[in-house]
């Protein structure tokens, strides 16, 4: 599986971004798909998640901002950001695992090549 995540840029506090992640390659449908974070001198996180049948997952740091979802047939998942604020900023990327894969990146075999928001304050 091939992915290409795009959608990035430079939004003031309070504004709106969708990343997109395009996959190529093997089955999409089944595959848990995640986005991920790294923000300088920590360790990528998980921004949220969705499995195979649509259920999701999110950090509380974005939950109630931010909207995973998928759509199987255009292998493509977005992530809807809402309410964006400074601490936003950093590179996001998408990543797919197994059916059961969940919030650590080990979990992870596919990885996008990162798409960069900033939000300015």
């Known amino acids: 599986v091939q992915l290409q995540a795009s959608g990035g840029g430079l939004v003031q506090a309070g504004g709106s971004l969708r990343l997109s992640c395009v996959a190529s390659g093997r089955t999409f449908s089944s595959y848990t798909v995640g986005w991920f974070r790294r923000v300088p001198g920590k360790e990528r996180e998980s921004v949220a998640l969705i499995g195979w049948s649509g259920g999701t997952y999110y950090e509380d740091s974005v939950k109630g901002r931010f909207t995973i979802s998928r759509d199987n047939v255009l292998r493509t998942v977005w992530l809807q950001m809402n309410s964006l604020k400074p601490e936003d900023t950093v590179i996001y990327y998408c990543?797919?695992?197994?059916?059961?894969?969940?919030?650590?990146?080990?979990?992870?075999?596919?990885w996008g090549q990162g798409t960069l928001v900033t939000v300015s304050s």
């Open positions: 990543a797919a695992g197994g059916l059961f894969a969940g919030r650590l990146d080990s979990e992870y075999e596919y």
